[in-house]
């Protein structure tokens, strides 16, 4: 299990998180939610093992996260980060293979490359120089990137994937086709934390929302049950309405108010 | 690891890498030769192996042990240890611009190594009898990790890929360092004045088997970890926070960088004086030559580096014989305008991070 315990972080003068706690277990799609600056990603961040809380303590299977070295937390968790970048001229097969640890022999390694790319559409960009990607491509080679690194540890099963943003630079078929990968590494047992702006998604996608605001945790249960329309007005200080039909997702649609228009004006 | 079947269109996914290295291997046997055989006086190959059989005759064998073997070694070791320190500061800023005579690091050395020539007579006889001999290289040494220190600090502050930054930077260093040196001028007398003039412009020459076997030896020994570093330094180029989450150790691999391009640079300045450019020259031929991945480059630049000095030496010797121009005259005219090509381009591009 990944926990966050009562944490508290703080940068400079302005606390970002306070008090805060989270679980993760083995097998779970988690999404978390809320507005900008409520601190979602710095919630990942302390997550991911970057750095030490100023109260509070994150647990990686029982043992305190910032204690680990970086190469023993990379076979545990792989993270994806908002805006992944690269300053070489990488090919995009190239760029997977930095998650190949040495010992694994070349033929093994070709192999889960091409899988995990094949996974995000990318299979016949292989031989691609990454700068020459769109940037929902580029973003999409890196989650490959993560999937591999997450897949090539010894011990894959006990892994946690962290996205953070993922599906910020896509279209619509791809956020969904991220999300099924998200969902598809769950369903092998890894752990997965993901933030989400996208409400839908994380209401149809996930085992488990949690909600925060201003730093934090406001509600945390299966999407279904958390998600209605007067705490998301609440939340995002606008006016969210929630629609609920039996054996679905709920849908969340913001009401646009007076200034939208249907049609053409002028 | 390799994904040899996927390389976009380089030299090397045209004929694979190994031919490669074998011709660059080759040329620099070629030029290494050259630098031995050629000059005021030539010598043949016969002359050569006779020479190190032990049964050449006492000219040759003077020529051969006395000048020219030690300016060829020396020069492998310049050549090597720079392309190595360059190639390394430029993984690790995420920064194709850092090369170390450019961010000030060579003209810290320059700063330690000119004071030890300068005050060296004031507290030389302080320092412990075995420690004595190598007070120079000491003394650039402490003068290129300082600047080391300072530019990694620099950089991490000003978020690392900041081209521009770094090299404001680095010119402003340059500037301290050289008022630095300007002021030990100053104080300098006759003999020291003219020592430090030939020094200051570089040159391989120092025909002194005790200096070129100090920086041999340390700029190997720094080059051979520094080569082991291919992978983290790839990894390096996904940002550190990513190279972190792909198990990297941050803190340590950037102190361990620092800590073996100060020795190199600081051993080869000792040496050979400030050489600029071929930190900055010979990893980019060595990208276009084997592409990005470090594990290829590192060697590359090396093998490339040390072609270039011994080429660069060759070219100013048999320039205008039999006079010998300073090496670092020759290396700057060819790099400087190589560096202003590059930010041409990089400017045409329209980024400055690319």
Known sequence: MLEAQGITVSFGKTTVLRDVSLRVRPGELVALCGPNGAGKSTLLAAMAGDFQPERGQVFIEGAIITGLPPAELARRRAVLEQSPSLSA???????????????????????????????VGLADRIGDNCQILSGGQRH?????????????????????????EPTSSLDIAHQITTMRIARRAAREGAGVLVVLHDLNLAAAFADRVALMHDGRMVADGPGAKIFTADRLSAIYETEIAVEREDGQAPRILPVYGPDAHAGPEL | MAVTTTLPRRVAGVFGRR????????????????????????????????VLIGNGEPGPTAILLQIRLPRMVLGLAVGMGLALSGCALQGVLRNPLADPGLIGVTAGAAVGAVTVIVLGNFFIGELPAFVRPYALPLGAFVGSILVTGFVFTFASRSGGTNVAMLILAGVAVNAIAGALIGAMVYISDDQQLRDLTFWSMG?????????????????VASGLFLLRMGRTLDLFQLGERAAFHAGVDIERQKRRIALLTALSVGAVTAAAGPIGFIGLVAPHMARLIVGPAHRHVLPAAALIGGALILGADLGVRLAVPPSEPPIGLATSMIGGPFFLWLLMRRMNRGGGNA
């Open chain 2, 19 to 50: 031919p490669l290295f074998g011709a660059l291997g080759a040329l620099v046997v070629l030029v290494a030769f050259a630098e031995v055989a050629l000059g005021p006086v030539r010598l043949g190959p016969v002359d050569l192996f006779s």
């Open chain 1, 89 to 119: 001229g990488f090919s995009v097969g190239e760029l997977l293979a930095l998650s190949i640890p040495r010992d694994v022999p070349p033929e093994q390694a070709d192999a889960l490359i091409a899988r995990k790319l094949h996974s």
């Open chain 2, 203 to 219: 040159s391989i020459a120092s025909g002194n088997w005790m200096s070129v076997a100090v920086t041999s030896v340390v700029a």
């Open chain 1, 140 to 164: 999409r080679a890196h989650l490959a990137r993560v999937l591999v690194q997450l897949a090539a540890s010894d011990t894959p099963d006990t892994g946690y994937l962290m996205l953070d």
